[in-house]
């Protein structure tokens, strides 16, 4: 059977034309607290109960989100399409007018900015330079902004570059769904979504950990499993390592159970929000045969482990882990940051000439790649 060549890649493009004011601020700390209360919000406007202790708790997240006064605040907005969840008096009282979710319809929601316009010219030249056959997306708005991406962007003989896109809506209210982009040699013929999978304790994923089946030009399937696991950056250490903990069992759960289907081409990847040392990743990183294109001997990290911020050995999130049959016909791969701000004056590697500011980086997330020769 004839030799197959693919480029596996993952990258964070950080919302491509709408973003959360809250997840785009200077400093995560600006943001953190109005994120914090939004999800804390969102949990327990779905009790289907409002007891007097949780009518107490919604109008402190409210307050928190700024919401207490008007429907619309900096960071986010309160929908009240039938019925009321609320009332404000004209003395500045507030008080819960709901008794449970059945009394009402209606959701909080994160404010979103248009990206800047140079960001999305940045973050399209990082796909450009990739120029992966098989390109997980984190951060994703939704599947009709990521065709429409893709539509717009480079092409291969008057054809777009990736006719094969695909996002399914995940957990996460915030638009940062995931999702994938192939080219024409590597079509998608099977999609399976894990968003409802739960455990004891509840729903297991912050966004998803769909399954994408690809037909590589020799017929075999490729199996790419695309992860967003829960961020480090708010709800407290303890909570988010749990968090992430179960993702990652459960990540392995999937990775095992497509082996022991006959599927031995499998590819895990994306933004894992942990370092490989640590404890939360053990079992994806550990417990099972899956492995780093990253320790790879022809793997070019230009010097840097790190694939986030000033992207030393502590930013290392992003990942491309390849089942034994698809590490042992890796050939090498790399981490390209050309698009990330570097440090404070982004100096710290060569950058784009079209980012002057750090408003202008494609993302604070480089791309990873894997490159594969593939031969049945």
């Given at each position: 059977m004839?030799?197959?060549?693919?480029?596996?890649?993952?990258?964070?493009?950080?919302n491509l034309f709408d973003r959360a004011r809250a997840l785009d601020q200077r400093t995560w700390a600006e943001g953190r607290?109005?994120?914090?209360?939004?999800?804390?919000?969102?949990?327990?406007?779905?009790?289907?109960?409002?007891?007097?202790?949780?009518?107490?708790?919604?109008?402190?997240?409210?307050?928190?989100?700024?919401?207490?006064?008007?429907?619309?605040?900096?960071?986010?907005?309160?929908?009240?399409?039938?019925?009321?969840?609320?009332?404000?008096?004209?003395d500045g009282r507030v008080e819960i007018l709901a008794d449970g979710r059945a009394d009402w319809v209606g959701w909080v929601e994160l404010t979103t900015d248009r990206v800047d316009e140079l960001a999305l010219l940045n973050t399209m030249r990082v796909i450009l330079d990739v120029g992966a056959d098989i390109l997980g997306v984190v951060e994703a708005e939704n599947r009709l902004a990521l065709r429409r991406f893709a539509d717009s962007g480079p092409a291969v003989a008057d054809r777009v570059r990736y006719p094969h896109v695909m996002v399914v809506d995940g957990n996460d209210e915030r638009g940062i769904n995931v999702g994938v982009m192939s080219t024409t040699e590597y079509p998608l013929v099977a999609q399976r979504s894990h968003v409802d999978d739960a455990d004891d304790t509840g729903r297991i994923f912050s966004r998803d950990c769909p399954e994408y089946h690809f037909r590589i030009p020799d017929g075999r399937r490729l199996v790419v499993l695309v992860n967003h696991l829960k961020s480090k950056g708010y709800g407290g250490k303890a909570a988010s390592d749990a968090i992430r903990l179960r993702q990652a069992q459960r990540v392995a759960e999937i990775y095992r159970d497509?082996?022991?289907?006959?599927?031995?081409?499998?590819?895990?990847?994306?933004?894992?929000?942990?370092?490989?040392?640590?404890?939360?990743?053990?079992?994806?990183?550990?417990?099972?045969?899956?492995?780093?294109?990253?320790?790879?001997?022809?793997?070019?990290?230009?010097?840097?482990?790190g694939t986030y911020g000033y992207?030393?050995?502590?930013?290392?999130?992003?990942?491309?882990?390849?089942?034994?049959?698809?590490?042992?016909?890796?050939?090498?791969?790399?981490?390209?940051?050309?698009?990330?701000?570097?440090?404070?004056?982004?100096t710290l590697w060569p950058i784009y000439d079209t980012m002057t500011r750090q408003v202008h980086a494609g993302s604070d997330h480089a791309a990873i790649y894997a490159d594969l020769n593939l031969s049945g």
């Amino acid at each position: 059977m004839r030799e197959v060549d693919v480029r596996i890649a993952g990258y964070n493009v950080e919302n491509l034309f709408d973003r959360a004011r809250a997840l785009d601020q200077r400093t995560w700390a600006e943001g953190r607290p109005a994120l914090e209360a939004f999800q804390r919000s969102c949990e327990l406007l779905e009790e289907p109960v409002y007891t007097t202790g949780i009518k107490h708790d919604i109008l402190r997240e409210l307050r928190r989100l700024g919401l207490h006064r008007s429907d619309k605040a900096r960071f986010a907005r309160l929908r009240q399409n039938r019925g009321r969840l609320l009332r404000r008096s004209r003395d500045g009282r507030v008080e819960i007018l709901a008794d449970g979710r059945a009394d009402w319809v209606g959701w909080v929601e994160l404010t979103t900015d248009r990206v800047d316009e140079l960001a999305l010219l940045n973050t399209m030249r990082v796909i450009l330079d990739v120029g992966a056959d098989i390109l997980g997306v984190v951060e994703a708005e939704n599947r009709l902004a990521l065709r429409r991406f893709a539509d717009s962007g480079p092409a291969v003989a008057d054809r777009v570059r990736y006719p094969h896109v695909m996002v399914v809506d995940g957990n996460d209210e915030r638009g940062i769904n995931v999702g994938v982009m192939s080219t024409t040699e590597y079509p998608l013929v099977a999609q399976r979504s894990h968003v409802d999978d739960a455990d004891d304790t509840g729903r297991i994923f912050s966004r998803d950990c769909p399954e994408y089946h690809f037909r590589i030009p020799d017929g075999r399937r490729l199996v790419v499993l695309v992860n967003h696991l829960k961020s480090k950056g708010y709800g407290g250490k303890a909570a988010s390592d749990a968090i992430r903990l179960r993702q990652a069992q459960r990540v392995a759960e999937i990775y095992r159970d497509l082996v022991a289907d006959h599927t031995p081409l499998v590819a895990v990847l994306g933004d894992l929000n942990d370092t490989p040392e640590s404890a939360p990743l053990a079992p994806l990183l550990g417990g099972t045969d899956l492995r780093d294109i990253a320790a790879h001997p022809g793997f070019d990290d230009g010097g840097r482990p790190g694939t986030y911020g000033y992207c030393a050995a502590r930013n290392k999130l992003d990942y491309v882990l390849l089942s034994p049959s698809l590490y042992a016909s890796a050939v090498g791969g790399g981490i390209l940051r050309k698009g990330v701000w570097g440090g404070r004056r982004g100096t710290l590697w060569p950058i784009y000439d079209t980012m002057t500011r750090q408003v202008h980086a494609g993302s604070d997330h480089a791309a990873i790649y894997a490159d594969l020769n593939l031969s049945g």
